[in-house]
């Protein structure tokens, strides 16, 4: 049986890294009494700060301006690229990267530290998205809304296919990729697809409050989809 693939953080959206191959890890308990605390932590900041950083983002996404966000998260990335809508929940983002839009991002708005603005219209890379297309940037598929992550998983999965997950609290440098098979209020079930395009033997389990961040619809995920083989029917399972 293959053990369950890592691929390198941000594959679905930057093609360019290496995918890594990496065992699951069964946490102990301890450690995931320190993940809880860490996510607890993240999600208590002060109103004040999470309405400032609203405001910036339906800003961003009301101007189109390019913009890079931080967050919170230790050792996580910044992501550059455009906003596509945010709640309270989740903040849903077009990431661009070498003057090309590459599929969309959800990250917990909870966790954006920092959102500084790139570029407005005058700026080259919008300038050159604007010339061929792709700016402003496009709906996702489905009209998939950052409300909740239920809504943006099920939504993902319905029109792109392959998710890619991080559980960025444990892990900052893997992205879990695969097809939703099973979901519920605290967990969902993906069943993963390793970095040479094939299927794992069953669905592996995450728990919903450890998901920090969501990819789909980049083109590292297509690839992955168009080269894999059709995915065995038994392999829809637990959540």
């Given amino acids: 049986m293959r053990t369950a693939a890592a691929h390198g953080r941000n594959t679905l959206s930057r093609p360019g890294r290496a995918a890594v191959a990496a065992a699951v890890i069964r946490w102990p308990t301890a450690l995931l009494r320190q993940d809880d605390e860490r996510v607890k932590g993240s ?13 910036k983002l339906d800003r961003a996404a009301s101007t189109g301006n390019l913009v890079r966000i931080d967050r919170s998260i230790r050792g996580a990335d910044s992501i550059e690229g455009f906003v596509v809508g945010a709640s ?19 990250v ?3 966790d954006i530290s920092r959102v500084k603005r790139r570029g407005d219209e005058n700026s080259l890379t919008v300038r050159a998205l604007r010339r ?3 700016w402003p940037v496009a709906k996702p598929m489905g009209g998939v809304l950052p409300r909740d992550l239920h809504e943006l998983l099920v939504a993902g999965s319905r029109h792109y296919g392959l998710l890619g997950v991080h559980t960025e609290h ?7 990729i695969g097809a939703l098979v099973g979901l519920r209020r605290k967990s969902l079930g993906l069943h993963l697809i390793d970095p040479d395009a094939r299927w794992h033997d069953e669905p592996s389990k995450f728990a919903v409050k450890h998901v920090t961040r969501v990819d789909f619809g980049g083109r590292y995920g297509q690839a992955l989809r168009e080269f894999a083989a059709p995915r065995p ?3 829809d399972g637990p959540a």
């Avoid at 208590?44 to 309405?51: C, F, M, Q, T």
């Avoid at 444990?170 to 879990?176: G, I, L």
């Fill in 43 to 55: 999600q208590e900041r002060p109103s004040a700060v999470l309405d400032g950083t609203r405001r």
């Fill in 88 to 106: 309270g929940a989740w903040t849903l983002l077009a990431p661009c990267t070498d003057v090309l839009v590459d599929g969309y991002t959800a």
């Fill in 108 to 110: 917990r708005t909870s």
């Fill in 132 to 134: 061929r297309g792709h």
């Fill in 170 to 176: 444990r892990r900052t440098d893997a992205c879990w």
């Fill in 233 to 235: 029917w038994f392999a």
